[in-house]
């Protein structure tokens, strides 16, 4: 595993790189704001990772949103889809947003963190 640091003061974070991260519960345990985590993820990846990413966060209420794939889906109405999740489950200022995924997972995920009741935390 390679650890890179990306140095903003305050909002310092590391980028964790290699094979097996989901096996590794102690890179996320300190980035979990509250006691709830949302994993986002689509339709691709989750089948393969999403079970194991739930296990990460096993000592948390965790929910998960799976997003159809492609690029054609990074839309209002897929952002929708991680919003009502979020409202539906009462997810609070304290949640955690973790994106599954890169590209439209991740760009998504970013945004919804952002937007979710002014801000949330965001893996």
């Known amino acids: 595993m390679k650890t ?3 140095n903003l003061g305050d909002r310092s974070y590391p980028i964790h790189i290699g094979a097996g991260l989901l096996n590794h519960p102690e890179l996320v345990a300190s980035h979990v704001a509250g006691s709830q985590v949302c994993i986002v993820s689509n339709e691709t990846v989750a089948p393969l ?4 990413a739930l296990e990460l966060f ?7 949103v799976v997003l159809p794939d492609g690029e054609r889906f990074k839309s209002l ?4 889809l991680v919003f009502d ?3 539906s489950k009462r997810h609070s200022r304290q949640t955690t ?7 439209v997972v991740g760009d998504i995920t ?5 937007c979710y009741q ?3 935390n965001y893996l």
């Open 4 to 6: 890179l640091h990306v």
């Open 49 to 52: 990772y999403l079970k194991k």
């Open 58 to 64: 096993r000592n948390h209420t965790c929910d998960s």
């Open 77 to 80: 109405e897929t952002l929708n």
């Open 85 to 87: 999740a979020l409202l």
């Open 97 to 103: 947003l973790v994106a599954l995924g890169g590209g």
């Open 110 to 114: 970013g945004f919804a963190a952002a």
């Open 118 to 120: 002014r801000g949330v």
